[in-house]
């Protein structure tokens, strides 16, 4: 167990709707990372959050948003869903940002768009 | 912009033979270098990282080396088992941007 947690396990919904996804960091740690991973393929960088600040972007879709919370836990929100959308959602947590830290997985929010 | 390619893509090996990934990383700024392991349907889990200030990392059956010069990095598996079957990642820490950007993946299979 990493400590980081991630509810919900599992997804199903129907393409044009909106989730929210949500993570909480291992105690003490600032940075929240989202990532997706599609059937068979890569971790692709999608946001992260160091603090309650955004920190780094990657290849997050627009109708793709997310936000960290003063308690430091963070919230993906994926809308007008797409099929294409269906992936696993990671989240990670780092204890600070810049100097390349150790990440620590969740165990993954799997989402099926139908 | 910021890359990580990874080779390659699947490894069949026999148990108890080595198994060697490579990865090569865009920015020479880069100061990170982590392994992950991940099991179908389940987290990526460190297995082993390396820092920009050291050449070379072990830890029991695995270890990584780093050349800076020609950026980039590799994992090595020693007397591999089958519970070492599973898809690893490398990935890269950049200095500038603070992104993590991950390889494409190698399956390793170890056949018993």
């Known amino acids: 167990d990493s400590g980081v947690t991630q509810t919900p396990k599992h997804l199903i919904t129907a393409t044009g709707q909106r989730v929210t996804l949500r993570c909480s960091p291992r105690s003490g740690d600032l940075s929240v990372y989202w990532y997706q991973q599609s059937l068979d393929q890569g971790l692709q960088f999608l946001i992260q959050?160091?603090?309650?600040?955004?920190?780094a972007k990657g290849n997050i879709l627009e109708r793709f948003s997310a936000q960290q919370f003063p308690d430091l836990h963070s919230e993906l929100n994926l809308s007008s869903l797409e099929l294409g959308d269906s992936a696993l959602y990671f989240c990670?947590?780092?204890?600070?940002?810049?100097?390349?830290?150790?990440?620590?997985f969740g165990p993954g929010t799997r989402l099926l768009v139908l | 912009g910021e890359n990580v390619e990874q080779h390659p893509s699947t490894l069949s090996v026999q148990e108890g033979d080595s198994a060697v990934i490579k990865c090569t990383y865009s920015?020479?700024?880069?100061?990170?270098f982590p392994w992950y392991k991940q099991e179908l349907g389940k987290r990526p889990q460190l297995i082993i990282d390396i820092r920009s200030n050291v050449g070379e990392k072990k830890d029991q059956r695995i270890a990584v080396t780093l050349n800076k010069t020609a950026k980039h990095f590799s994992l090595h598996i020693t007397e591999t088992q089958p519970e070492d079957s599973a898809v690893y990642f490398c990935a890269a820490h950049f200095t500038g941007t603070y992104k993590y950007i991950f390889g494409t993946g190698t399956r390793l299979k170890v056949l018993a």
């Open positions: 959050y160091y603090n309650g600040e955004e920190r």
């Open positions: 990670a947590s780092s204890a600070q940002t810049g100097q390349g830290e150790t990440q620590y």
């Open positions: 920015d020479s700024a880069s100061n990170y």
